[in-house]
């Protein structure tokens, strides 16, 4: 039960703090309006660190907060049984941090008349609609995420402590944010992408509009499928 709740409370602060900077970025009247690309995509790296430290805190080493990371260590370690489970709480972890960024800004979505950009809040969406470009842009970045993580993590690296390889994650989901994040809004992340959107479907949001669900398939399969290929590499090779 302990890493289960630290999968829930890490995805929690992950999606709070890391929709929350895009729910500055968009919404109308907030004091972080326009703050543009790379505020957002330093407020997710940040996010991503405090996420781990809070999962660690509260009972999950792994500090996984990815369905996707959950995918690639299990193929990695043949063992399947925390899968459903973490996925499960990191899920649902992301699903009441978008219900706390609702609340924070709660204001503000009456102000707010673009549907896209509330949606944007919650869930990502391409720049250009292109499924089989979209399902590769998704799965790549998955797959550098989950090389980059085993890459950090690796025997050569015998020196690094936790908590500096904490902040390594965070500069690699910046990294990703900033040259693979333009195509798709880079969720690498099936939790990240589904609770949410489930939150805005639900949520009785003013102005809001549909939920993306025709495109909903591609962040939750092409996560999955980058980090199965990037694991069978690293079984392989790594």
Do not use: C
Request: no cysteine.
């Amino acid at each position: 039960m302990s890493e289960l709740i630290g999968e829930f409370l890490g995805t929690f602060v992950l999606i709070l703090l890391g929709n929350g900077v895009v729910a500055g970025a968009l919404l109308e009247h907030s004091k972080a309006k326009n703050g543009g690309w790379i505020v957002i995509t330093a407020g997710w790296a940040f996010a991503v660190v405090f996420g781990i430290f809070v999962a660690k805190a509260f009972g999950s080493p792994g500090a996984h907060l990815n369905p996707a990371v959950t995918l690639s260590v299990a193929i990695q370690s043949g063992n399947f049984e925390n899968l459903i489970p973490f996925s499960a709480a990191q899920i649902s972890g992301a699903f009441l941090g978008s219900v706390f960024v609702y609340l924070h800004y709660l204001p503000h979505w009456k102000k707010t008349a673009d549907k896209s950009a509330i949606l944007a809040i919650f869930s990502t969406e391409p720049a250009i609609s292109h499924s089989l470009s979209n399902f590769i842009s998704e799965a790549l970045g998955t797959a550098v995420l989950i090389l980059g993580i085993h890459s950090i993590f690796s025997e050569t690296n015998t020196g690094l402590t936790p908590a500096f390889g904490a902040f390594l994650v965070g500069i690699l989901v910046w990294a990703i944010g900033l040259s693979m994040g333009g195509t798709t809004g880079y969720a690498i992340n099936p939790a990240r992408d589904l609770g949410p959107r489930l939150a805005h479907w639900i949520l009785p949001i003013p102005n809001k509009g549909k939920s993306g669900w025709k495109y909903a398939w591609i962040p939750i399969i092409a996560p999955f499928t980058g980090a199965a290929v990037a694991a069978l590499f690293l079984k392989l090779f790594g």
